[in-house]
């Protein structure tokens, strides 16, 4: 019998997001990604634009590092404007995240679902990476990014997604040990780590 959740995290530019939603179609069930944020700016009645500018990079400032120093990453001071946000932003998104996951089955992008969904045990939680120059050929050439210096702008892009799921996790994002399936999408492609994800989907 098959599972019921996907949860796919991914380097930037490795093409993740693309084999979640090419997976979530050939297996005709939902897909989630930035569908979670207008869903939660609803929920929450904070504006999309705020939940846009802190979405999966919840860490990245003075404050957090003053915060993370000062209590630890498990702690929640909600006491502290920038850190309270972001903190309630993960609260609700973690909420709507585990009401779709009670739900119809579906793939869910990034967001830390893989922890928050922690519990289940119909999931297939999958890392999806490449090496360096495919991913800037990547967000060059198809998703059209201009920047002087490629290379850096996706260090920081992924940098920003693991402060964000260290933080709220206490886990190391990319860490092989947090997930069922971790693919290389420079070596199998696009298709072929759809085609992986799928076997591994009707495996469970």
């Known amino acids: 019998m098959p599972g019921n959740i996907i949860t ?3 380097q930037f530019g ?3 997001r693309l084999i979640a939603k090419k997976v979530s179609e050939k297996l005709g069930i939902k897909y989630y990604d ?3 944020i207008t869903m939660a700016a609803k929920e929450s009645g904070i504006s999309p634009e705020i939940f846009e500018k ?3 990079a919840a860490a990245n400032s003075l404050l957090y590092s003053m915060v993370i120093g000062m209590y630890g990453a498990t702690s929640r001071m909600t006491d502290y404007g920038e850190v309270s946000i972001n903190d309630k932003i993960f609260k609700v998104q973690s909420e709507i995240i585990q009401k779709l ?3 119809e089955p579906c793939v869910i992008v990034g967001r830390c679902a893989d922890y928050i969904l922690r519990e289940r045990t119909d999931m297939l939680n999958v890392f ?3 090496d360096t120059e495919k991913r800037i050929d990547r967000a060059v050439n198809e998703y059209g990014i201009q920047s002087k210096n490629i290379k850096e702008f996706i260090l ?3 940098k920003k997604r693991a402060n964000y799921y260290n933080f709220y996790t206490g886990k190391r994002w990319g860490a092989s040990c947090n997930y069922h399936l971790c693919l290389d999408s420079g070596v199998f492609g696009i298709d072929g780590s ?3 994800i799928e076997k591994a989907w009707n495996s469970l």
């Open 101 to 103: 996951a009670n739900g």
């Open 54 to 56: 802190v979405d999966e």
């Open 156 to 158: 920081k892009s992924d």
């Open 128 to 130: 999806i990476y490449s």
């Open 8 to 10: 796919i995290g991914r």
């Open 34 to 36: 930035k569908e979670l």
């Open 194 to 196: 759809v085609d992986i």
């Open 14 to 16: 490795s093409g993740g």
